[in-house]
């Protein structure tokens, strides 16, 4: 529900839902995962996002080859509410299409940030393929 919303873009803009954002580092990674919703508008405003996002679709597999990946990368957890509610909506094919890559996309970046934040606050260190990164072991 609206409860548990704690960012949302508009016209090329993020806001933050101040009451439900916890500490910086959450804001951290709602600012991201809404700014890249805005960069996927923005680099497919010619072509389409919708387009552009359904040849992503198809080109990871369709329904099954999105569905290897988002487990493969972890995030079922994050596609999921997504998936639910998009099976029982009246949008098209194409809208769910796009609304799944584009929360895909938008995830794959949070959880790298999420990576980085634990990395950098040595919660994880060593348990994480970016420790075997020594830049960022290093920078840390």
């Given at each position: 529900?609206?409860?548990?919303?704690?960012?949302?873009?508009?016209?090329?803009?993020?806001y933050?839902?101040?009451?439900?954002?916890?500490?910086?580092?959450?804001?951290?990674?709602?600012?991201?995962?809404?700014?890249?919703h805005v960069?996927?508008?923005?680099?497919?405003?010619?072509?389409?996002?919708?387009?552009?996002?359904?040849?992503?679709?198809?080109?990871?597999?369709g329904?099954?080859?999105?569905?290897?990946?988002?487990?493969?990368?972890?995030?079922?957890?994050?596609?999921?509410?997504?998936?639910?509610?998009?099976?029982?909506?009246?949008?098209?094919?194409?809208?769910?299409?796009?609304?799944?890559?584009?929360?895909?996309?938008?995830?794959?970046?949070?959880?790298?940030?999420?990576?980085?934040?634990?990395?950098?606050?040595?919660?994880?260190?060593?348990?994480?393929?970016?420790?075997?990164?020594?830049?960022?072991?290093?920078?840390?």
């Open positions: 529900g609206l409860e548990s919303v704690t960012a949302a873009t508009q016209g090329g803009k993020v933050l839902v101040r009451q439900n954002i916890v500490d910086q580092t959450h804001a951290e990674r709602a600012i991201l995962h809404e700014s890249t960069g996927i508008e923005k680099m497919y405003a010619d072509e389409g996002v919708e387009r552009a996002l359904n040849r992503m679709y198809v080109a990871m597999g329904k099954s080859g999105f569905n290897r990946l988002v487990t493969k990368l972890g995030l079922d957890d994050r596609i999921e509410p997504y998936r639910a509610g998009l099976e029982k909506s009246n949008y098209s094919g194409a809208a769910r299409n796009r609304i799944l890559v584009d929360e895909l996309l938008a995830n794959v970046g949070r959880a790298r940030l999420q990576d980085i934040q634990a990395a950098r606050t040595g919660s994880y260190w060593c348990n994480t393929s970016l420790a075997q990164k020594e830049w960022v072991c290093k920078a840390v």
